[in-house]
């Protein structure tokens, strides 16, 4: 039971990252390769307060987060005047960056060798509070003018921009949110494993998190929430059985499948609501008496 209890609040975590670049992502329409580096920078700044000057755990997350946003603003403030793929490019440089600059400071993040000793303090009620408050701040975020703004850069930048619309501003509304998002993620995963390393901060995570921000559909946050508790637990839960040798093989066919089948993503841009539920459940009665 507790093993799943960690892997519950392991795909907790990771939902808080996925969830801010899918506001980058998916509502905004700039794609990031390099998000997992605001993990980094958020994990690493609480871990050497808390661990250093002995701040309790949450005001080491705040102060996680503050420094994801502050240099996520830095960061974007050039790199979000470029367009398209060069974009992406320069977002995947920052993440190597950071990663190559935390294996550098030895005597200060411990190098490639890793930081320990971080005090825990990270645990599944405290993640699913996160999850719960940063959901409900998002839906409202995306149904007030800024969110809106923020979608219809996605659709037509130059359309949004012809009514009047400051589309540098959205841009670095969307990128802000993301960044502080992964830099609570990152801290409350410090907490969690009491300790760090440069290889948990890869490029591969980065896709990871992309990938499940386009599987689940860019434009609904339901999506996000759904394709994170598949993609994120999947691994651990092909562990065991006679698949436990093929469980990337499975994960990557999944992934496979579901672009293949549902290029859109599982949700498109539909979001979860009461009355949608109700209407669905009342056609599905009604096909089942007709049959």
Known sequence: MTYWIGVATLTGIYMIAILGLSILTGFTGLFSMGHAGFMAIGAYTSALLTKTFGLPVLAGVFMGMLAALAIGLLIGYPTLKLKGDYFVIATLGIGEVTKLIIENLPDLTGGARGLTDIPKGTNFPMVLLFVVA????????????????????????????????????????????????????????????????????????????????????????????????????????????????????????????????????????????????KNFLGRFRTRGKEG
């Open 134 to 277: 940063i959901v409900i701040l998002l839906r409202n975020f995306l149904n007030s003018k800024q969110g809106r703004n923020c979608v219809a850069v996605r659709e037509e930048e130059l359309a949004t921009a012809s009514i009047g619309a400051n589309v540098a501003n959205y841009k670095m509304l969307a990128m802000g949110i993301s960044c502080a998002l992964c830099g609570i993620s990152g801290a409350l995963l410090a907490h969690y494993m009491h300790y760090l390393s440069p290889t948990m901060f890869t490029m591969v995570k980065s896709d990871e998190l992309v990938m499940t921000v386009i599987l689940g559909g860019c434009g609904s946050l339901t999506g996000t929430i759904i394709a994170s508790l598949i993609l994120v637990p999947l691994p651990e839960i092909l562990r065991f059985g006679s698949v436990q040798e093929w469980r990337m093989v499975f994960y990557g066919l999944l992934v496979v499948l579901v672009i293949i089948f549902k290029p859109s993503g599982l949700m498109g841009t539909k979001e979860f609501t009461i009355a949608g539920a």
